[in-house]
């Protein structure tokens, strides 16, 4: 029996632009496992077009499991042997407490801001 309050996640969207040297992934929204494949496709090397420098501005994520986690991870592992990098920008309270607890943070640089993790 369904509710007519049922709780309904923000769907995921992500947009990237382009800087001098990195590509701005945008996120908005819940990353879980039924809702990750916009982040997957924006983190493919292939939509990247040969760049090997990411920003992740994750102002509007709300949420993250261990599935938004996973691809973190994996863009983090496939830029990094090609001389690149992955930044976190602006990562909400919540989200960054579960990257904290996990040890995301000690491996991928989260930094408060958008601007901030294009300068570092």
């Known amino acids: 029996m369904e509710t007519e309050n049922a709780y309904q996640p923000e769907p995921l969207t992500g947009t990237s632009t382009t800087t001098d040297d990195a590509t701005v992934v945008a996120v908005t929204g819940e990353i879980d496992h039924n809702s990750a494949e916009p982040l997957i496709q924006a983190l493919d090397p292939g939509s990247l077009g040969g760049r090997t420098r990411v920003v992740i501005d994750m102002r509007q994520v ?9 691809v973190l991870l994996t863009a983090h592992r496939d830029l990094t042997p090609v001389d690149g990098w992955l930044r976190l920008a602006g990562v909400q309270a919540s989200v960054l407490r579960t990257l904290q607890i ?19």
Not at 62 to 70: A, E, K, L, Q, V
Not at 102 to 120: N, Q, T
């Open 102 to 120: 996990v040890g995301v943070d000690m491996v991928i640089p989260c930094y408060p801001s958008l601007p901030e993790a294009l300068a570092a």
């Open 62 to 70: 709300t949420f993250m499991d261990s599935s938004g986690i996973n």
